[in-house]
């Protein structure tokens, strides 16, 4: 790696921010001998331009050794994240390759054909004519030919151990603050009907610990293994065939990692089962010997720590590393989960350069969203909602519902109020349809959404408020949440809602000039920001700390479609690029009370709250 290189690889024509010093800061950190730096960089700072500027600095082909790894790989979780690379002309050169089922055959009678299931992988010695054309084989050699081959994580991790994609040089990887979560993710194994396709045909036991996993692992990976045998003698597959054949591919690999990982002693890797219900004779779980016991149901074999996982697929595949987000909160524990010694590890903060008067925080808190509470706290919520959408007459605004149920509920509060004109919503397979269509529409609406904290760019009038209806706290029913808490790492729960809530607020605020305010529904996020604050960036805390009650106007319903003339709270403060306007971003205060002493009162009442609950009575939620 050569990181003089740097500064030259820098695709932008000039530097916005303090983009030069982090350039700076992130050479010094390698050239002082760290094979990882993280780069700690908040929204706005153009890390893609920065990761591609590392990436630059990759040894090349000339420059060592024929057994030497050259080149760099660009990573990232998101889709979203990669298709906005793929679609930036600044960074052109990174040769972007997607899996298999994002691309369609191009054979005449195929053209509605995803390439995982053309006639090159149904039929036995199929000779394309065209391959030499065909979109996913001509992505894949570029890419595994130039300096710069971008991916997914998912793809990324899938090949790890491919001939294609060997060991680089430099490996970058961006929005890396879930890194562990992703890798345990991947890792986990799902039995059922919708991920083994002779499932019905199974006898499945009662499994009463990972041990017991573990032999059920083996037997299936052999039913498995010639099932998929049988497939692989046959001349010609069906589509279907071909899915069948390439899923269980992939359930004897997981399969196998699985019994390997568990029976290695060295392996840090702590396994977790679960297992829904048993099966009846009725359900059709009756076993081919008659027997008419109860059969085991469908199971999850979950990893936590995936240090071992993490090594193979992302740590054996590069020399270096440099690793963005906006929010990795605590390096050392950073570090311990994705399998890192900290003390081998470089952190580079890069300052925020976004006004915080254009990102403020407001407090329109109207109780828990705990699963007990929801009951009696949404409703005042959409009523808030409903006064957001008085404030912000003329503008978009999105709200993060966290959950499909609460969007519903939401919505049909909504609707009842007499505003459903206004609000839309999606569901779990339109939901990047009805996205770009609210992004692409000039009308004020408010958008309902579920998930959507991170990888959302919605820069000036595409969004200019937001409500976070919930804390997002993870599901304490998870195995692997309770184990951690029955553990006692708190720290770590908060930590990472609080990472979540981080990435939502910067959502609606893009660049320097641009402005939007960000309203916390559920008090319970106060009360993570009391917990968590020893986690929280300098440049959030400022957030924090100017945060106030604002002065909404009183419910009407009607003032929300702008059927009235006027609202008693006006336009919204965030609305308006006044500087008189800016000044009341600033304060953010009710009128008759003042910023500083409002704030000041509300951060004592949390304080005293905060120390009389128990953390588990603040969070406890099993809403998926």
Known sequence: ???????????????????????????DAFAAGNDVVLVRAPTGSGKSLLARAVAGCARRADEGNPSDATGAYYTTPQVSQLDDVAADDLLADLNVIRGKSNYTCILPEERD????????????????????????FSDRAIASNREIAAMTLAYFMQTAGSEVFRQR?????????????????YA??????????FWDDLRVPEVENVERAVRYAES??????????????????????????????????????????????????????????????????????????????????????????????????????????????????????????????????????FPVENRPLYDVTQGKMTYDERDETTPKIARTIVRLMQHHPEEKGLIHAHSYDIQERLAD?????????????????????????WKASDDPGVFLSVKMEEALDLKGDLCRWQVICKAPFLNTSDSRVAHR????????????????????????????????????ADSSLVDCFDRARTDMPDWFEAQVDRMSRPDLPAFEPRAALGETPS??????????????????????????????????SSRSRRSGRSSRSSPLADVWDTDE
């Open 413 to 437: 509060l909504l609707e009842d109020f007499g505003v459903g004109n206004r609000v839309r919503t999606h569901d779990r397979d339109g939901r990047d349809a009805a996205l770009e269509a």
């Open 220 to 353: 299936l990976a052999q039913t498995c293994t010639r099932r998929k045998d049988d497939l692989l003698a046959q001349d010609s597959l069906t589509p279907a065939d071909v899915r069948e054949r390439d899923r269980l591919q992939e359930l004897i690999g997981e399969l196998e990692w699985f019994v390997s990982d568990y029976r290695d002693p060295q392996s840090p890797t702590t396994w977790l089962v679960d297992q829904s219900e048993l099966r009846s004779r009725d359900d059709g779980g009756t076993g081919d010997d008659g027997d008419d016991e109860p059969q085991g149901g469908p199971l999850t074999i979950k990893p936590m720590n995936p240090e071992k996982y993490l090594q193979h697929t992302v740590w054996d595949r590069g020399n270096k590393f440099a690793l963005l987000s906006a929010t990795i909160l605590n390096k050392d524990a950073f570090c311990r989960q994705v399998g890192l010694n900290p003390d081998d590890v470089a952190l580079v903060d890069v300052e925020h350069t």
């Open 188 to 197: 986990t194994i799902q039995l059922g009907p919708r991920t083994v396709p």
């Open 113 to 136: 054909t995803p390439v995982n299931q053309a006639p090159c992988v149904r039929e036995r010695g199929y000779d394309c004519s065209v391959k030499h054309r065909c979109p996913y």
């Open 1 to 27: 790696m050569n990181t003089e290189r740097i500064f030259e690889e820098f695709p932008a024509p000039s530097y916005r921010g303090t983009q030069e010093q982090a350039l700076r800061d992130v050479r």
């Open 169 to 185: 040089d430099v490996v970058v990887v961006d929005e890396a603050h879930g890194l562990a979560e992703w890798a345990e993710m």
């Open 567 to 600: 609202n008693s709270g006006g336009r919204s403060s965030v609305g308006s690029k006044s500087g008189s306007s800016r000044q009341g971003r600033a304060s953010g205060a009710d009128s008759d009370t003042g910023g500083h002493s409002d704030r000041s």
């Open 485 to 520: 808490l029955e553990e006692g790492q708190w720290a770590w729960y908060y930590r990472t809602t609080l990472r979540t809530v981080i990435q939502a607020c910067g959502r609606v605020v893009r660049a320097p000039d641009d402005y939007g305010a960000t309203y916390l």
